[in-house]
């Protein structure tokens, strides 16, 4: 249960009245507002007190404002359509830094690249770990874009806390409790991917857990869910992007790579996310796909890349010059 006192002076009744009860509780801060994370059976609350809270922290009835996420020197959630690219793994340090000058010469605000890759078969390609950190911190301070990378272990952060400007929580680990929980734990923004097998009720579940540990620098990813078509990787719903636009103030972020499969269905994907409100894409780019160490079927070339690049924000200008919806 989520309680939110009416004001400082309710805030300190109501810690009372948790400390007198058996239930768990911890107070935290959340945009500016304080707020009461209970575990258990709470007591009646004063309705002159506060409030329960029914919708979660990500629902636009604790805040009906867009949020805007800060990363480095990018705002995630504003008139902006930030665009994230880069390899899906870093290979080499040659490799990385080529990409990222040239995403950034062609439109990208933001360097996306594993480190650690969680892969389906353990013989595959790993990533290049605490290393490939090391490499994307290089071509941060060279382009100076803001890097988001997937962590993997709680154990790792050592390695991130300085060389990543966004933890990334991928697909296999939108429900891994414990590390959504670490990542609540800290300030450094999330870029939340949906399972895929998950339903946005419990896609949004998962922000909860990082909200609720006090970290309110949250982004939604959407990157598609497994069904029984073939046709692509994995069935992008554009519908989802525009009802988790609509139930939550996080911003919405898109990957149309791995949904998509094929290079050739990147881009019109890309679009479609766009269409449907997502105000970031995380896309990857590589500059000798068919060659990459992993997903080569998927990553696009540069020169693909610098068409997508102009015709989705082309396309996020055209809509954001009509009259914005409400919602």
């Known amino acids: 249960m989520i309680i939110v006192p009416n004001s400082i002076e309710n805030e300190e009744e109501l810690k009372d009245i948790l400390n007198g009860s058996s239930s768990s509780f911890r107070n935290i801060r959340l945009y500016d507002r304080s707020v009461f994370v209970v575990e258990g059976a709470p007591p009646e609350v004063p309705a002159n007190m506060g409030y329960v809270l029914r919708g979660g922290l990500s629902s636009r009835e604790f805040k009906k404002n867009n949020t805007r996420v800060k990363v480095g020197n990018v705002e995630i959630g504003g008139s902006s ?9 870093v290979e080499s340090r040659d490799q990385l830094i080529t990409i990222a000058q040239e995403v950034r010469r062609r439109g990208a605000n933001m360097l996306r690249g594993g ?11 790993q990533g290049l770990g605490f290393q490939g950190l090391k490499y994307l911190k290089e071509a941060s301070d060279i382009t100076g874009m803001p890097v ?25 680990n939108s429900q891994n409790f414990a590390l959504l929980k670490f990542a609540g734990s800290q300030e450094k923004p999330v870029l939340l991917k949906n399972g895929m097998g998950n339903s946005l009720g419990e896609w949004l579940g998962s922000a909860e857990y990082i909200l609720s540990g006090g970290n309110q620098n949250v982004v939604l990813c ?9 046709a692509t990787r994995f069935t992008m719903d554009s519908g989802t992007i525009v009802s988790a636009g609509i139930v939550s103030h996080l911003p919405v972020c898109a990957d149309p790579s791995h949904p998509a499969g094929r290079r050739d269905l990147v881009e019109p994907l890309a679009l479609a996310a766009v269409a449907a409100g997502a105000t970031m894409l995380e896309v990857e ?20 890349f610098d068409r997508l690049a102009k015709n989705v924000r082309s396309l996020h200008e055209l809509i954001n010059s009509r009259v914005p919806a409400t919602f």
């Open 81 to 89: 359509l930030v665009i994230a690219a880069g390899p899906c793994a």
């Open 115 to 125: 480190a650690f890759k969680p892969r389906t078969s353990p013989y595959s390609f």
């Open 148 to 172: 988001v990378s997937e962590i993997l272990d709680p154990a790792d952060y050592t390695g991130f806390a300085d060389t990543v400007d966004m933890l990334q929580i991928g697909s296999r």
């Open 222 to 230: 959407y990157r598609g869910i497994r069904s029984f078509e073939t």
């Open 285 to 304: 780019v590589h500059n000798d796909p068919d060659h990459a160490l992993s997903d080569a079927e998927q990553q696009i070339t540069l020169e693909q």
